[in-house]
C-alpha cells in the first residue's frame, strides 16, 4: 500500500481556513460560562449586575403621569419656537400604558415511543412537551424580578393644544401636523384651540 503526502497545495487555502474556524468555534463554545450564559435549567439567570446593564440599556421603568408630564413639557417647549404660535399649553391623554416584555425561556421536551406488536407491525408515536418561563434575575435585595426585555411607550390618545396664534389656519395646520408626527396620532385625534387674551 503506498503511502500519499497531503500538502498545503493539495487542502487549497479556503478548506485550511474553514477548518481552523471550525476548531477556533469548537473550543470556544467548549468552555462553559465564556459568554457569561450563567442560565439553570430553572429559567433564572442568578447575577445582580444584570439589573445595572438593564439600567444602562435606558429599560428604566415610567409612572405614567411622568410620561405624560414630560411629553407635554416637550411639545410646550418645541411649539413656543415656532413663528405665530405664540404662548401655549398642552395637554396628552394617552390609549394605554406602557409595556414591559420579559424574557421567556421555552425548553422543550421531545419524545419517541417505538411500539411493536404480537404480529410484527410497529407503530411510532412522537410527542414534544414545551414548557414557558419567564426568566429571573436578582433584584439585589436578595429577591427576584423578571428581566425585562423591552419597555414599549404608552399610546397616545390624543393631544389638546391651546395657543395664542391658535385662530390662523396655517398655524392650526403647523401645529396638527407637528403633532402626528411626532405621537404618531390622526388629524381627528388632534384639537387645536385659541387661546383667550388677557
Known amino acids: 500500500m503506498e503511502r500519499k503526502n497531503f500538502s ?22 467548549s468552555v462553559p460560562g465564556l459568554f457569561g450564559s450563567d442560565k439553570k435549567g430553572t429559567g433564572k439567570i442568578n447575577d445582580g449586575n444584570l439589573q445595572v446593564v438593564q439600567k444602562d440599556m435606558n429599560m428604566t421603568s415610567y409612572d405614567t403621569n411622568t410620561y405624560i ?5 416637550k411639545l410646550k417647549n418645541i411649539l413656543k419656537k415656532v413663528s405665530g404660535i405664540g404662548d401655549v399649553e398642552v ?3 394617552l390609549k394605554a400604558s406602557g409595556k414591559q416584555i420579559p424574557l421567556k425561556d ?4 421531545e419524545e419517541s415511543l ?6 410484527g407491525g410497529s407503530r411510532t408515536n412522537n410527542s414534544v412537551k414545551r414548557d414557558e418561563s419567564t426568566v429571573l434575575v436578582g433584584d439585589g435585595k436578595g429577591g427576584e424580578a423578571p428581566y425585562i426585555l423591552q419597555e414599549t411607550e404608552p399610546e397616545v390618545e390624543g393631544v389638546l393644544v ?26 381627528h ?3 387645536v384651540m385659541k387661546m383667550r387674551s388677557g
Open 106 to 109: 421555552y425548553p422543550s421536551i
Open 8 to 29: 498545503l497545495k493539495d487542502i487549497g487555502l479556503p478548506k485550511l481556513v474553514i477548518m481552523l474556524v471550525t476548531g477556533i468555534l469548537i473550543v470556544l463554545l
Open 114 to 119: 417505538n411500539e411493536v406488536d404480537g404480529e
Open 189 to 191: 385625534k388632534v384639537k
Open 162 to 187: 391651546i395657543a395664542e396664534g391658535g385662530d390662523n389656519v396655517q398655524i392650526i395646520i403647523d401645529i396638527i401636523e407637528a403633532v402626528e408626527v411626532l405621537f404618531n396620532v390622526p388629524a
Open 91 to 93: 395637554m396628552i391623554t
Open 69 to 73: 408630564s414630560e411629553m407635554e413639557k
